[in-house]
Antibody
Framework: EVQLLESGGGLVQPGGSLRLSCTAS????????MSWVRQAPGKGLDWVSV????????YYADSVKGRFTISRDKSENTLYLQMNSLRAEDTALYYC??????????????WGQGTLVTVSS | DIVMTQSPDSLAVSLGERAAIDCKSS????????????LAWYQQKPGQPPKLLIY???TRESGVPDRFSGSGSGTDFTLTISSLQAEDVAVYYC?????????FGPGTKVDI
């Protein structure tokens, strides 16, 4: 059974940093693309970033480009999202999602429960 | 960026009746080299993460009931629930994964 467990969320001041982690199990992590998708309270889904199976193909939403960095560690079966220069509008539940293929251009067939990031002074 | 729109914003359907949700993309998401539409549908129930229902616009994900179907090509797509069940109350999102950023539609809330 595929399991994705996010961690690292919390309360941070504007301009601060957080690193989110997503520990994967139940599948061969190094064979699949992985993504981050966020959802502000009461709002819709907002795509954040994707990394392909090898880490050689990475994309970001314009709203986070230059501030967020996605990465993966195949030895730890873990996906990361380093978030710097955080803003109030980054406040959201951050989901880790598994791609349906190795390519970045894929649907998302498994999702974690999410980790909440709150940016506030 | 490709803009995704959905209609209606919300709909109420009687149990056992048909529900249809439209999704439009601001440009085609059909990749000519493989003739695939890079379009997915997700269901999100309150307090839960999204769940993949349909990918490649019309391929049902494993385990998804066959009352859910996807259709369309290019820029116009439809998710149909043939006979609404109580457990189908949720918000439904379409998403294009043809070009980055992989944008989602705003969602359609389905109620009984």
């Amino acid at each position: 059974e595929v399991q994705l467990l996010e961690s690292g969320g919390g309360l941070v001041q504007p301009g601060g940093s957080l690193r989110l982690s997503c520990t994967a199990s139940g599948f061969t992590f190094s064979n699949y693309a992985m993504s981050w998708v966020r959802q502000a309270p009461g709002k819709g889904l907002d795509w954040v970033s994707v990394i392909n199976y090898s880490g050689g193909d990475i994309y970001y939403a314009d709203s986070v480009k230059g501030r967020f960095t996605i990465s993966r560690d195949k030895s730890e079966n873990t996906l990361y999202l380093q978030m710097n220069s955080l803003r109030a509008e980054d406040t959201a539940l951050y989901y880790c999602a598994k791609g349906d293929s190795a390519s970045s251009y894929t649907s998302l067939n498994n999702w974690g429960q999410g980790t909440l990031v709150t940016v506030s002074s | 960026d490709i803009v995704m729109t959905q209609s209606p914003d919300s709909l109420a359907v009687s149990l056992g009746e048909r529900a249809a949700i439209d999704c439009k993309s601001s440009q085609s998401v059909l990749y000519s080299s493989n003739n695939k539409n890079y379009l997915a549908w997700y269901q999100q129930k309150p307090g839960q993460p999204p769940k993949l229902l349909i990918y490649w616009a019309s391929t049902r994900e494993s385990g998804v009931p066959d009352r859910f179907s996807g259709s369309g090509s290019g820029t116009d797509f439809t998710l149909t629930i043939s006979s609404l069940q109580a457990e189908d109350v949720a918000v439904y999102y379409c998403q294009q994964y043809y070009s980055t950023p992989f944008t989602f539609g705003p969602g359609t809330k389905v109620d009984i």
